[in-house]
């Protein structure tokens, strides 16, 4: 590691001229208190000095000390360990610790040092209280302070503020690996402003540093905080009102910048807008954050961020929000997060590799220090190779070549040395570092090691070119060389990026580059199927580095796009997986319902699969249960997802193959879509509706359903025709959640998109529409007063009229898509225990080699006793097998009817000579008799003749 300039981070609002009264409370600058005597250290837990006084330190007069150590190292008695606070001279401070570049402008003389260093790996957290102040009827306090604080991963400082004499304690500010790099030191003039509660009197302030879970809460040999020349002012000061914030494109619209834009400024009290905070980032808890440029002076209200520090993709959803700061010190709330899925550098293009290293398994460092456990591997992804064969052998182990490292903990090993500028390289990169190779002895030669891709498939894409993108961190020295080429079907290496250090005239020069986005169009001869790419880095000594990540190859156009099948079943994916892989993720510019986007998850049950029983694994979900606020009905708001693009040329018919639950609520007015585009994502066709029944704007619910439109909830599998995506080589699917208002949730998984209708090559060979009546030789069953019927008990419910939605108290809980026609129907009674069963004449299979069941059904259960299942029997009624079954996966009792067009496989059936199938509902409701099961449209397909035994046909 050099030992060369620290980097100088200063994180502090500066104090500007005070625009309202302030009185001060309370003044400390500690030159008494390190002329003073030593005292004991008490114990934060007991109140009593620690070990009888061989724990010493040096309080100000008013103030206490206060510590706790690790249980077993209660023993430790160095006259100056450092267990806690200690006010010294900074001369001293430079003695005992070497030189702590406490050079702050303003420390003199006496500073109050907490050194986590000095006391080694004795694990201790430490309390610095002042006196108890009176705050008389300020309306707020401003705690301003000279600080020198260097960080440490595992280590946290804060401070907080106690009204009440110490009974509860505010937090300030806490200082962490989230806002704090390692071995970075923060000098400055801090400033913050905290209102005070309504009744208080007095105030007091604590300083603390300690460590956090990981050290079970006490720091260990991490680094320090310093402070001097302490001032508390009472003043007439309220905070900032919180901002809002909208994110937008600049034209033109595509990849392009981004702007964020937010509210007004406004102070209750009148004081100017001095600075504001912007930070963008991948995830919504800020911890992928990518642009943050600091307490920025200038751009007050809205901001940039240029095109070039999007991270790379074919879309980029982006999370963004803003903090203000007025010019008395006082800060507003961060806005809540505002977020957008944007166009990215490869928008148009479709990936067909990608690569961001987070797949690999980190292990703890071999040799090097600053890492949590999860720091570094040298073993490549599948399929990649490092070839080191010219490096000189020995060297620090963990950069003898290129590894792969979680970034903050290589900018940790490394003393950062502006490695930490690489703000695009996110969570595990790619290094080649022969500054910290060079760091042990190795054998004579320069420093020389390549990192190959596998090679990449191009015989699936009729196209004459691949893209290349990837991100890139380069410090140059010396004699450091890199260079990256391409190699075809294993032939000659083609040069595509060439970089030397020395001497500047060479037209190969790169400077210094710690965060660049680097794009490559490759031409590809002739005949060529396959690619591979390696990274290089030669010539070099104790140099700097290269550092890389997220690496994407694309190619242009339709033609790129994957043929049929597309598939997705989001296991083991998270939101950032799928937009990564060409998924868009937005709300309308007019949806205000919060919380609704689409998002893979597994924390509620899944959608039912084939058979009923939950998917597995991830699924992607819009819960508007969960969301906040709601849409505003006729307004246009929805939250949509929409697949990458596929390729359904040549294909006369497309089909959506999928597991559903949208569960749209009765009395709601969301609306489920699935829409097709065939340019690119320019305008969507709708392809199927679902809509909520009572739902008063258009579009309306309508009596009955269509094969493109239907009432109330969908569940179970579903086959949706795509008439509109036929022959199209470029193919979008679109999933909306329409202007959902604290309703329930749209969730699918499972997805197949292909040109295979699910009767393909069978025939209608009888159907039963029950126009006429449940048949006299259908087997209806009951175990209690309640059989199969025609109609529901007038006492019960009726069909649906749509308009007026049955009788009001059932609150649209009707038959929404069976009404008005013949169908059959088991409505759930009072009595515990009771079932029916409607079972099908037999019929002959002998002569197919496949069956397909189709039948139409509604159905709500009543509540978690209803058992509604189809089943199968192969012996003529003896024994039956379920085909499928409502098994409560994501489905509610309380809301709309759950739908299906069910097409089911029978494998079991084939070949055999007396097949029935049932119709098994159980279940009772007591006080309510809301819950039923409704059939219709019997069908039976076949690639064989079906004879039927004592049955006619429909």
Known sequence: MRKTTLFYCVTAIILLPMAVSAQVLLEENFDDAAAGALTDVIDHETGQPISAGEFMTIVPEGWTITAQLRPEEDGYNDLFPYPSWIALFDFEWDIQGGDRDNNPEG???GIMIADSDLFG????????DSPIVDAGDQVAVTIEFDSHYKHNDNQIASLEVTWDEGATYESVFIWDNSNHSDDANYIGHEIFAVMKPEGATTVGLRFRLYGNESQDGFHDYDWYWAFDNLVVRGADIAPPDTPTLEITTVE????????????????????????TLWEAALDPDFTKVFFSPGELETDLTQITIPKENLP????????????YVDADGARSEFS??????????????????????????????????GGDGTDWTNIPPEGWTIDNSKLPADGQPEWQGWAFADKDAWIAAAGDQERSLFINGIGVVAIVDPDEWDDTGHDVGTYNSYLSTPPISLADYDTDTVTLAFNSSWRDEDNQKVNLTAS???GDPIELLYWVSLPVEDPNFHDDAHNEALMFTIPIPDGASELTLTWG?????????????????????????????????????SDGDLVFEGWVFEDTPTAEETGTLWTTTTDRANPPSADGSPTTGEFLISDSDAGGGSNTPGAGGSHDAITPSFSAEGASEVWLHMNVSAVLNNNGEAVFDIDVSTDGGATFVNQYRCIAPLRSVEPLPQAGFTDQQQTGGLYGPVNILLP???GSPDVKVRFRHYEPNDDWWIAIDDIVVDDISPTAGLSLILTEGFEGGIPADWENTPSGTQAWATRPPESRMVDSVISGNGPSDFDGRTLNNLAGQGYAIWAEGEEEGASATLTSPSFDCSACSRLVVGVDSECLPGNSSSAYSIEVSIDGGAAFTPIFSYRMALNDSEEDAQFDHYLFEVPQAAGQGDVKIRFNAAGADPGESEGFWAIDNFSLYADGAVPVLDWYLY
């Not at 790996?121 to 610095?128: E, M, N, V, Y």
């Not at 033109?252 to 406004?266: R, W």
């Not at 990215?344 to 990936?351: D, P």
């Open 107 to 109: 420390f003199f003389d």
């Open 336 to 369: 809540e997060v505002a977020s957008k899925t944007v166009p990215g550098m490869l928008a148009g293009l479709q990936v067909i590799f990608k690569e961001d290293f987070e797949g690999l398994t980190l292990e703890p460092f071999p040799s090097e220090s």
């Open 488 to 490: 075809f079907d294993g």
């Open 537 to 573: 880095m030669f010539d070099a000594g104790n140099d700097w580095w290269w550092a890389i990540d997220n690496i994407y190859l694309a190619v242009e156009g339709a033609e790129g796009n994957p043929a049929l099948p597309f598939s997705e079943n989001f296991d083991g994916k």
């Open 312 to 323: 790379i993709g074919s879309s980029v959803k982006v999370y963004a929000r803003v903090q």
């Open 121 to 128: 790996d004795r694990g201790a957290r430490t309390w610095l």
């Open 724 to 726: 509109d995506a036929a």
């Open 252 to 275: 033109p619209v595509g990849y392009s910048d981004l702007l964020l834009k937010a509210s007004d400024f406004n102070s209750p009290l009148d004081s100017a807008h001095a600075k």
